[in-house]
């Protein structure tokens, strides 16, 4: 990937760029796909299942998606997410997907350079974003197809590496040396911008040119430095028309917010348990480890402990029938370790013997209080206090974005500016068409950020952003 050293725009220039992506995740790459001048078909002889769609499709043979009114073809679309354009794109390269079915997409790509919108991708890891941070060896949670970018099948890129998808999911690592494969397949790595660091987005009023003419929007001042092979940081500034927010939402782990969470014995990611596996601090004869949270991290973390017989305490807010917990949403033959730790959590009777020995499982439960001592106290609904003494404290409860380099944090741009934002609570405020933020005019959000929470929908994001770009472009006067 490029580095800052060879790349032309760490020169500067007077003119602004076009686009500034920042993030180099599954939205980021999809994105610089689209903005390269890789532009979807609808094939000739394409049959979609989707009566209503496929008569929408008909109506403009020839023409790109990427030339279409999104808005009017996603009409009527129905599925797992709440972006009418995810859904469309997915309907689009993976037609039955949702029905048990293998159809191919109905899409096919021209690679038209002449449409190619000159763009900047930055990111602080590889082109693939967190999931370089993931352990490798780690199962994703989503079907491996379901992984894959426009025009590159992940079960094909598999095959030629010969390697095979572990019930029908792929492995963290295989997924992230995709992602890396992929920007280079599709001859993407010039846009890309690596060990970039982002710490001050700013904007202000559209400005007036040489020719008394007035900008045809605000112009953004991307500020940060690129990490060298030495370790030392350069700085960069960039001029931008639009920025593309694609950082994801795992730069900040969530906390609890409790007395003695700063311990230098509590830890946000299970590679803090892995290390202490193997520097022996915790083992089968040690303290229990205690892990807090009941999401696939937090039962990762469990899985992890088990096959090592460490001892586990696992508590979480939650009862165990409770519909909004995620194994109550898991088929089981399709995840069956995760319904190995639901048929543990579920298991009350502790560290006696029985099939779950070493594993204590603490429904309904807040840790309120850790002490230097390790020492944990944790409080039932009752309000009945039980201390435990332990060796590791694993908090895994979630993730928020860091965007720490927008004025106010990005607040402000949240559906609700009152609340903090969340992913998965309070996104940025987008338009669902354009993906352009309802408050500020050339600032766009995707992944994430934007309430789109899983690789599959992600781009359909990536297409309305694309879709809007191309639409500003042949606004602009000759």
């Known amino acids: 990937m490029s580095s800052w050293r060879n790349d032309p725009l760490g020169s500067g220039g007077s003119e602004p760029l076009t686009v500034v992506i920042i993030g180099n995740g599954p939205s980021g790459i999809c994105l610089s796909y689209l903005l390269s001048g890789y ?22 043979p020839g023409v790109s998606i990427l030339d279409q009114d999104l808005d009017y073809l996603s009409e009527g679309l129905e599925g797992r997410s709440q972006s009418p354009v995810a859904l469309l794109f997915d309907a689009l390269l993976r037609p039955d ?45 989503s079907q491996g197809q379901w992984m894959g970018l426009p025009d590159l099948p992940v079960k094909e890129w598999m095959r ?38 982002v710490t001050a987005v700013e904007w202000g009023t559209p400005e007036s040119s040489g020719s008394g003419l007035r900008e045809p929007g605000p112009l953004f001042q991307v500020s940060g430095f690129l990490t060298t092979e030495d370790q030392s940081r350069q700085p960069f500034s960039l001029c931008a028309r ?14 609890l917010g409790i007395p003695g969470e700063n311990l230098p014995f509590v830890h946000y990611e299970l590679s803090a348990l892995e290390a202490a596996t193997r520097a022996g601090t915790v083992s089968p004869g040690s303290d229990p480890v205690l892990i807090v949270g009941a ?19 696992h508590a979480f807010r939650r009862a165990v029938d409770d519909p909004g917990l995620v194994f109550n949403q898991l088929p089981k033959m399709l995840y069956p370790e995760y319904h190995k730790v639901y048929q543990m959590l579920r298991e009350r009777s502790v560290l006696s013997p029985g099939p779950y020995e070493g594993y204590r499982s603490l429904p309904e439960h807040r ?23 332990v060796a590791l404290v694993l908090v895994l409860i979630g993730s928020h974005p860091d965007l720490s380099f927008l004025p106010a944090a ?24 354009t993906y352009q933020s309802t408050h500020q005019e050339g600032l766009y959000a995707v ?32």
Do not use: C
Request: aromatic share 6%; charged share 20%; glycine share 10%.
């Open 160 to 197: 030629r590496r010969r390697r095979g998808l572990r019930n029908s999911r792929a492995t963290a690592g295989d997924i992230a040396h995709y992602y890396r494969d992929y920007v280079t397949k599709k001859s993407l790595g010039h846009n890309f911008v690596s060990g970039a660091v």
């Open 39 to 60: 532009t979807p078909y609808v094939k000739p002889d394409a049959e979609h299942p989707h009566p209503l769609l496929q008569r929408k499709l008909a109506e403009a």
């Open 97 to 141: 997907t949702d029905f048990g079915g293998n159809m191919e997409s109905v899409l096919t790509w021209k690679h038209q350079k002449e449409r190619a919108i000159p763009h900047v991708v930055l990111g602080r890891n590889l082109p693939g974003g967190a999931w370089h941070s993931i352990e490798g060896s780690m199962v994703t949670l």
């Open 410 to 433: 990005g607040a402000n741009l949240a559906v609700d500016p009152d609340q903090p934002l969340s992913a998965k609570r309070n996104p940025i405020d987008v338009d669902p068409f």
């Open 295 to 313: 999401g696939l991290s937090a039962a990762d973390a469990v899985l992890y402990a088990r096959h090592y017989n460490i001892p586990v305490i």
């Open 447 to 478: 992944g994430p950020l934007a309430g789109d929470n899983f690789v599959r929908f992600v781009q359909g994001g990536a297409l309305a952003v694309a879709n809007s770009l191309l639409r500003k472009e042949a606004r602009k006067p000759p």
């Open 242 to 255: 639009n920025v593309v927010l694609a950082t994801g939402s795992s730069d900040s782990p969530a906390r």
């Open 367 to 389: 840790l309120v209080l850790l002490k230097e001592d390790r020492q944990a106290m944790l409080q039932d609904p009752g309000g009945l206090q039980k201390v435990f003494g």
